[in-house]
């Protein structure tokens, strides 16, 4: 009998539930996954909580997903080079072992010939928190050869910019104020890693102003990792200003799929999940 969480705040719009339960149907294993709404004050409590009830596995979003890591035994490279971990898995001796699938999930949404074309070409990132580092790190897989971000607190993000550096010294890293945003017109991708525009925070808004979102060059994708509603205000402006356009879905999907092979050994059928999801939504 497995038993799954996810733990962040707020995650009442979190449609993980319903993707890993999906799963477990589908290959016939027993078990559940639930929400346990936990922010950061509760993060120690949390904790104790999966490690006495028998948890085998957990993800971790907003705002855990850095301060997690304080509480893991081991963790593998990619949660190691990305300071920061979305999944879990609680082995039999009670251990935290940490893993970023959201670098995986991240990368694995972006069509090959895409990843293609962005090697060698500049992206720009808005936010600074994990989902950014993921981010970050799957363009250096790609080979970008420049990454700016755009942070609300330039001071924390500094940190994460100079890990960066340091990890990819290959990679120009570029941190500006998000205020300051005026002109994306060398990036070949716009990647919104914010909460904003997500339902129930602020789904009716759009990080950047139409105004910035032109400034793009005509080829260029927009890619925001929120992923419910699937068509955000941000992805609305940039179809109909004809850019190529990557929702969040993908990236949610794939992560989740990997986090559920971590878990159980078994082969997830993302396709399965995704469709969970999709039906979700449409109620």
């Not at 970050?136 to 755009?150: R, T």
Request: a neutral charge; glycine letters at 6%.
């Amino acid at each position: 009998m497995y038993k799954f969480a996810v733990i962040g705040y707020p995650l009442s719009q979190s449609l993980s539930p319903v993707m890993h339960n999906a799963m477990l149907k589908e290959l016939g294993l027993e078990g559940s996954y639930e929400i346990l709404e936990t922010p950061s004050e509760d993060l120690i409590a949390r904790v104790k909580q999966l490690k006495s009830q028998g948890y085998n596995g957990f993800n971790v979003t907003i705002p855990n997903k850095v301060p997690i890591t304080l509480f893991l035994d081991e963790f593998d490279k990619s949660a190691d080079i990305a300071g920061c971990a979305n999944t879990v898995k609680i082995l039999e001796d009670k251990s935290f072992y940490g893993y970023n699938t959201d670098i995986y999930g991240f990368q694995a949404a972006i069509p090959d010939e895409l990843q293609k074309e962005l090697k060698g070409k500049t992206v720009s990132i808005l936010g600074a928190g994990g989902a950014a580092r993921a981010a970050a790190i799957a363009f250096a897989n790609i080979k970008v050869s420049e990454i700016d971000f755009y942070a609300r607190n330039v001071i924390n993000a500094q940190n994460v910019v100079n890990f960066l550096r340091n990890s990819f010294p290959q990679i120009t890293f570029n941190l500006k104020q998000m205020q300051n945003l005026k002109d994306l017109s060398s990036s070949k991708m716009l990647v919104n890693s914010t909460p904003i525009g997500m339902r129930g925070k602020a789904m009716d808004m759009s990080p950047i102003d139409e105004g910035v979102l032109k400034t793009l060059p005509e080829n260029a994708t927009v890619y925001d990792i929120v992923y419910n509603p699937l068509k955000t205000e941000l992805l609305k402006m940039a179809k109909k200003n004809g850019y190529n356009t990557i929702t969040g879905l993908d990236m949610f999907v794939n992560q989740g799929a990997k986090a559920f092979e971590i878990w159980t050994g078994h082969k997830a059928k993302p396709e399965v999940m995704k469709i969970a999801v999709l039906e979700a939504m449409a109620e």
